[in-house]
C-alpha cells in the first residue's frame, strides 16, 4: 500500500512540475466549443431583431441620428449601413446584406431576417449536440432543393406583355417603400427609363436629379439628360437658353486664361517682350473659341471651367455654354446625344458633334436645369424628383433606386414568381414532403430549413398588424391542398388576408429570391463553422482608444444610463462569454455625454 502512495505521489508531482505552455501572447481572450458558437448566433439575432420590423408594405421605419444628419427609412440596406457593427459574426450578416443590395438592390432585408431565422433554428440542434458540420450539409441539401424548385415554378415573362409585368415588378417594390401610395406613378416612370438602356443595362446611365418643393406627382422623367445649372461668369444671362435640334459639342479641357503659377519667373530684357507673351496667350485662347464656333456647335458643354472671356466671346455668338459640367451628366449627355468628348478642339467635325430635339434651360423649383430632351437615339434617362421634406426626397431616392434595379433584373432574367410570402410557403411545402425520405439526423434539420422560411410571411403579417399565427395556418392549408394554390400569399386587399398573389400582380423577379437563398444559407453556414474566436490584445487595445477617441474620453458606465446630445446614437454591437452564461453586449452613443451599456440575456 506504501509503495502504491508512493507512487502516486510521484505521479502528481511530475504532473505538477510539468512546465505550461504558453502559445499565445498574454492577455489574449480565446473562446471556443459549443458556447462560442451559440454566442455568435446570439450576436446575430440582435441584429435581426433590429431590422425584421422593417419588412413588408407595412413595415416600420427607423430614424436614425448620426452626427447632425437624420435618417428615416425603411430599407435595410440604409440601416445597416448606417450601423457600425464591429462583431465579427455580425459582420458576416452585415457583408451579405451590402452584397445583395449591390447586386440585386432588393431584398437586403430579407436576407438578414432569413439567415436570423435559420440560426435559430440551428441553435436548437447545436445545443442537443448535433455536430455543425452535419447541420451546414443538411442546410446546403436544403438549399439545393430550394433552388431548383424556384425555377421548377418560375413562369416565363410574356414578350408580349413584356411592360406591364416590368410595371408590376417595380409596383411590388415600392409597394413596402415610403412611396408605396405613388407606386403606380413611379413605376410607369421607372420601366421608362429602364427601357432607354443600352443591352448591358448600365444604372449609371440613369440619373435621378433631387429638387426640393412641389408634389411628388410634380416628379417627371426627361427623355436624355438633365443636370443642374453649373456655375457661370458674367455674360451667360446673355446667352440663349433654349434651341431646337441644336448641334452639342462636348469637352473636357478649359477654356479660360490661367493665372501665373507662384514664384513664376519670366526673364526678358524689354517690355515688348513680356506684351509678345501676353499676347500669345490671348491667341491661344481665340485660336480654341474660333475652331469651336467654326464647327457650327450651339451648345458648348465642357467638364473643366470656362472662363467670363469665352462665356462672353459665346455670347456675342448666340451660343449657349457651360463649364465645370459633372463627369457622369456628362458621360449620359454623350449617350443621350450621340456626341463624343472631345479632349482638344483641333479636328471638331460633324461626326464627333451631337444633337437632340430640343434643348431648354427651365426653372424646376428654386434651381434651373439644363434639358437635352426629345432625344431619338437616347440611351440614357434622368428622373426629376420633387418632394416637401429634403428626408422624404432621399427616401424616395434610395426607393426608386430598389425598383430600378429590379426592373433590370426581371427584363435580363425573363422569369417571374408571385411575392408576399407565396414562394416562401411553396418553399417550405415542399421542404416538408422532400425531407419524409431522408433518414437520421438530417430529416430534422431540413425541417428546420422549411419552418425559417415560414418567418418571411410571418414577419410581413405580423409588421401590418395581423394575427401571424392564423395567417400561416391559412397559408399552410392553402398550400397543402395542391399545386393550384402554390402563388397563394399574403395579401392585405383580401378579406381572409390570403390570396392568390399571382392573379392580383404581386410580382418579383425569380433572380432576386434565388439570390436571397444563396446568400442567406452561405452566410449561416459561414457562422455556423466557426468554432473559436482569438482577440489579439493589441488590437482590441486598439479598438478602445478609437472608442474614446470618439467619445471624446468618456468610459461607458454599468449603472444608470447618461442622457445627452451629441456623438451617435447607435452603433456598436459586441458578444462576450462568461462561464456561467453566454450574452450580447449592445454598446450604443459612444459619445461625451451619452452612452450606455445594456447586458441582454441568451434568449435575446
Not at 506504501?2 to 473562446?31: A, F, N, V
Not at 456655375?231 to 478649359?254: T, V
Request: hydrophobic share 40%.
Amino acid at each position: 500500500v506504501s509503495t502504491q502512495s508512493t507512487w502516486g505521489l510521484l505521479t502528481i508531482m511530475s504532473y505538477m512540475l510539468t512546465p505550461s505552455i504558453l502559445l499565445l501572447k498574454e492577455g489574449t481572450d480565446e473562446s471556443q466549443g459549443k458556447p462560442q458558437m451559440i454566442s455568435n448566433i446570439n450576436a446575430c439575432q440582435v441584429l435581426v431583431d433590429m431590422v425584421k420590423t422593417t419588412l413588408g408594405p407595412r413595415g416600420m421605419d427607423k430614424l436614425m441620428h448620426c452626427g447632425g444628419s437624420v435618417t428615416i427609412t425603411n430599407d435595410g440596406a440604409t440601416v445597416i449601413n448606417l450601423l457600425e457593427v464591429i462583431h465579427p459574426a455580425t459582420k458576416m450578416l452585415v457583408d451579405i446584406a451590402k452584397a445583395q443590395d449591390n447586386e440585386m438592390g432588393d431584398g437586403t432585408t430579407s436576407v438578414v431576417v432569413l439567415a436570423g431565422e435559420l440560426l435559430k433554428e440551428a441553435k436548437g440542434f447545436v445545443e442537443d449536440g448535433v455536430h455543425p458540420q452535419i447541420i451546414i450539409k443538411a442546410y446546403r441539401d436544403a438549399q439545393r432543393e430550394s433552388l431548383a424548385r424556384i425555377k421548377d415554378v418560375a413562369m416565363i415573362i410574356d414578350e408580349a406583355n413584356r411592360r406591364e409585368i416590368l410595371i408590376k415588378c417595380a409596383q411590388t417594390a415600392l409597394s413596402s417603400k415610403l412611396v408605396a401610395s405613388y407606386r403606380e406613378f413611379f413605376a410607369e416612370i421607372i420601366v421608362s427609363a429602364v427601357e432607354k438602356l443600352e443591352g448591358d443595362l448600365d444604372k449609371s446611365m440613369i440619373g435621378i436629379k433631387k429638387v426640393t418643393g412641389g408634389s411628388v406627382t410634380d416628379s417627371f422623367l426627361v427623355d436624355g439628360v438633365a443636370f443642374k445649372k453649373t456655375f457661370s461668369y458674367a455674360g451667360f444671362e446673355q446667352q440663349p437658353k433654349k434651341f431646337l435640334n441644336p448641334k452639342i459639342c462636348l469637352l473636357s479641357l478649359e477654356l479660360e486664361l490661367k493665372a501665373e503659377k507662384e514664384n513664376a519667373e519670366v526673364r526678358i530684357e524689354k517690355p515688348e517682350d513680356y506684351q509678345s507673351i501676353v499676347d500669345a496667350e490671348w491667341t491661344i485662347i481665340y485660336e480654341k473659341l474660333d475652331l469651336i464656333v467654326k464647327s457650327g456647335a450651339q451648345v458648348v458643354l465642357s467638364k473643366l471651367p470656362i472662363g467670363d472671356l469665352a462665356t462672353q466671346y459665346f455670347a456675342d455668338r448666340n451660343i449657349f455654354c457651360a463649364g465645370r459640367v459633372p463627369e457622369d451628366d456628362l458621360k449620359r449627355t454623350a449617350k443621350a446625344t450621340g456626341a463624343t468628348i472631345q479632349v482638344t478642339v483641333h479636328g471638331i467635325t460633324p461626326a464627333v458633334l451631337g444633337t437632340c430635339g430640343e434643348f431648354e434651360e427651365r426653372q424646376v423649383g428654386n434651381d434651373r436645369y439644363n434639358l437635352f430632351i426629345k432625344c431619338v437615339k437616347a440611351k440614357s434617362a434622368t428622373i426629376i424628383l420633387r418632394g416637401g421634406a429634403e428626408q422624404f426626397i432621399e427616401e424616395a431616392d434610395r426607393s426608386l433606386n430598389d425598383a430600378i434595379m429590379i426592373v433590370r433584373r426581371a427584363k435580363k432574367c425573363r422569369a417571374i414568381v408571385a411575392g408576399g410570402g407565396a414562394i416562401e410557403m411553396e418553399l417550405s411545402r415542399h421542404l416538408r414532403e422532400y425531407s419524409r425520405n431522408i433518414l437520421g439526423k438530417k430529416q430534422f434539420i431540413i425541417n428546420g430549413y422549411a419552418k425559417a422560411l415560414e418567418v418571411i410571411p410571418k414577419c410581413i403579417s405580423a409588421n401590418a398588424g395581423l394575427d401571424s399565427t392564423d395567417i400561416i395556418n391559412k397559408l399552410r392549408k392553402a398550400h397543402a391542398e395542391g399545386e393550384t394554390n402554390r402563388w397563394v400569399g399574403i395579401n392585405f386587399n383580401a378579406p381572409s388576408g390570403v390570396a392568390d398573389n399571382y392573379k392580383d400582380f404581386v410580382w418579383e423577379p425569380e433572380t432576386l429570391k434565388l439570390s436571397i437563398v444563396n446568400a442567406a444559407t452561405e452566410a449561416v453556414c459561414m457562422v455556423l463553422s466557426v468554432d473559436e474566436t482569438v482577440k489579439n490584445p493589441k488590437s482590441e487595445q486598439s479598438q478602445q482608444d478609437e472608442r474614446k477617441k470618439m467619445a471624446g474620453g468618456a468610459k461607458p458606465s454599468l449603472g444608470r444610463p447618461m442622457r445627452g446630445k451629441g456623438g451617435k446614437q447607435f452603433s456598436l454591437i459586441t458578444a462576450f462569454k462568461s462561464t456561467h452564461m453566454t450574452s450580447c453586449l449592445l454598446y450604443t452613443s459612444p459619445s461625451p455625454r451619452d452612452a450606455t451599456l445594456s447586458r441582454m440575456p441568451s434568449s435575446a
